[in-house]
């Protein structure tokens, strides 16, 4: 479901607001489908807790769950707006990477392979 990466820069909550976001604008988890609990998906990473509820209210926050008291949280899927405002921000940041790879002499073949390798994962 969720892969962590202990050595990655990000902090381990963002990692799990990304996969989970992930796996909902992909259609893994259905528009209204139930996350899994806090203390089930902490188990499962073997993390602590509060690291799952930092992640759920931050995609709370962007509006890709609700949190349904007593009920648990549950997947939205992503308005079209939201869904092009995100696509517009990850560009962004696509091409700040891109034009830092190629001040670093990284050549156009290199990048392609690199490509053609994420469409892999």
Request: overall charge neutral.
């Amino acid at each position: 479901m969720i892969a962590l990466n202990f050595r990655d820069a990000r902090p381990i909550y963002e990692q799990v607001r990304d996969g989970l976001r992930r796996l909902i604008v992909g259609g893994a988890i259905t528009d209204g489908e139930k996350l899994p609990s806090v203390r089930a998906l902490a188990a499962q990473l073997a993390i602590n807790p509060n690291t799952i509820q930092r992640a759920y209210n931050e995609l709370e926050s962007e509006g890709y769950a609700v949190s349904v008291p007593g009920k648990g949280c549950f997947a939205v899927c992503a308005a079209r707006e939201r869904d092009d405002t995100r696509r517009r921000a990850l560009c962004a940041q696509v091409r700040e990477l891109l034009g830092e790879l190629r001040a670093m002499g990284m050549t156009q073949q290199e990048i392609d392979q690199l490509c053609k390798e994420a469409e892999e994962v």
